[in-house]
């Protein structure tokens, strides 16, 4: 019942924003926030959806419904946020205990630290376009000690990336017909694209 409402709202996320917005009006922003934070901050929530729900967010400012500027503020706080967390719970608390505790998946942890191999600290930067890997990458930055502000550097690099991308992207889209019109189909094709990269790493994988 809670999962199938979950992938509902993921897939159907502009629906679902727009009642948010009409039924909560500024608490939006709130909400926004807080939605953005786990999906980077917190390891055992990497299915909440990020991309889509940034680009929708920025077509709902398009119309008016959303101060794009705040938008941009509060989410790129959000998703720095974060990521600070999610290091500082790799750091202190290490990979045993949320390994014991069956929280995250030892797979999440080895796609991510392949990833750290081939790309070094940019990791931070490139996994913000990654799902799962994206709320990954910090907290197995917080388990190798990574330097902190080394960390931070490219924490806040990739945050103002991310969202920016997303957000102006779904800003500048919304205005046009098709997207105001085909908004669902618009969400389904950042997904599908989102998601290409983990899967085509999977087949890689499961070839070799």
């Known amino acids: 019942m809670v999962l199938g409402k979950l992938i509902d709202f993921i897939l159907h996320v502009d629906t679902y924003l727009s009642a948010i917005i009409q039924n909560y009006g500024v608490a939006t922003y709130l909400i926004l926030f807080l939605v953005i934070f786990c999906e980077t901050g917190l390891v ?80 931070i930067i490139m996994a913000r376009f990654v799902p799962i890997v994206r709320t990954f990458a910090p907290f197995v930055a917080g388990i190798g000690k990574m330097n902190y502000w080394k960390f931070f550097s490219y924490n806040v690099i990739g945050g103002l990336l991310w969202v920016a991308i997303f957000l102006f992207g779904g800003f500048y889209l919304g205005g046009l017909e098709f997207v105001k019109h085909n908004l669902t189909y618009v969400i389904f094709g ?11 790493e999977y087949f890689r994988m499961r070839k070799k």
């Open 190 to 200: 950042i997904i599908f694209v989102s998601i290409l990269p983990p899967i085509i």
């Open 44 to 123: 055992i929530t990497p299915f909440l959806p990020g991309d889509s729900l940034i680009f929708a967010a920025g077509t709902f400012a398009a119309s008016g419904m959303l101060n794009v500027f705040l938008l941009f503020v509060i989410l790129v706080g959000a998703a720095i946020i974060g990521d600070s967390v999610n290091y500082a719970i790799g750091k202190y608390f290490g990979e045993q205990l949320f390994l014991k505790s069956r929280l995250i998946k030892q797979e999440h942890l080895d796609r991510t630290k392949g990833f750290y191999e081939r790309h070094g600290g940019k990791t």
